[in-house]
């Protein structure tokens, strides 16, 4: 099953340290997009790239977040010098085109817990 | 500002018995809206894509309807295996999906 992939699965970091998410988009999918789920709050969108451009970062914090999806190789949602309210699950999408009617498949998320 | 609300936050039914989750949206440039499920510790599964007013799709025991202000889910007979939170989301002019909070439904046996 070529869907999205995501790792790890779950990430545990101190405050301070840095944190790096990873996610393969589905097969022929060149449109990768992040979202955040806090504890007991719905899905947010954080940044939507194309192979090495990104297009809408609106919904990324100015600080300490930055996204990349490189020519090669998965994408990356980096947080540095994280604090406990970074604590969420992570979600990455992919779709084929870039028409908003196309849906955006999702993988299972990175779950991240800062102690 | 783009607002997807969902009705109710939590739905519990018997086995067998139908009901209707309810998706109202303001979203600029509102072009298409989505329904995913998601399952606890899963990531959102693609359900449906409706575009226009009138529009319904159908899988299995769920049925989605769009009219110009509202999208309905309507689950018929429903078993167990059903238990999800349903999520509806609108893209704006951007790429970006607008969600709900999500309707919580447990379906008991």
């Known amino acids: 099953n070529a869907g999205v992939m995501q790792n790890p699965r779950h990430l545990v970091r101190r405050r301070g340290q840095e944190a790096r998410l990873r996610c393969s988009p589905m097969?022929?999918?060149?449109?990768v997009y992040w979202y955040r789920q806090l504890p007991e709050e719905g899905l947010k969108f954080m940044v939507y790239?194309?192979?090495?451009?990104?297009?809408?970062e609106s919904g990324m914090p100015k600080e300490r977040f930055s996204a990349e999806f490189p020519k090669e190789g998965p994408s990356i949602l980096r947080i540095q010098q994280v604090v406990r309210g970074d604590s969420a699950a992570y979600f990455c999408?992919?779709?084929?085109?870039?028409?908003?009617?196309?849906?955006?498949?999702f993988g299972d998320g990175t779950r991240l817990s800062i102690l | 500002e783009d607002q997807v609300t969902q009705s109710p936050e939590a739905l519990r039914l018997q086995e067998g018995e139908s009901s209707s989750l309810n998706c109202s949206y303001t979203?600029?440039?509102?072009?298409?809206l989505f329904w995913y499920r998601q399952d606890p510790g899963k990531g959102p599964e693609f359900l449906f894509t409706?575009?226009?007013a009138g529009e319904e799709k159908e899988k299995e025991r769920l049925k989605a309807t769009l009219t110009k202000k509202e999208s309905f889910l309507h689950i018929t007979a429903p078993k167990p295996e059903d238990s999800a939170t349903y999520l509806c989301?609108?893209?704006?002019?951007?790429?970006?999906?607008?969600f709900g909070s999500g309707t919580q439904l447990t379906v008991l046996p």
């Open positions: 999408a992919s779709s084929p085109t870039s028409q908003p009617g196309s849906p955006q498949h």
């Open positions: 097969k022929g999918h060149s449109h």
């Open positions: 790239l194309q192979k090495e451009n990104i297009i809408d």
């Open positions: 979203v600029s440039g509102l072009r298409g």
């Open positions: 409706l575009y226009s």
């Open positions: 989301a609108g893209p704006g002019s951007a790429r970006q999906l607008t």
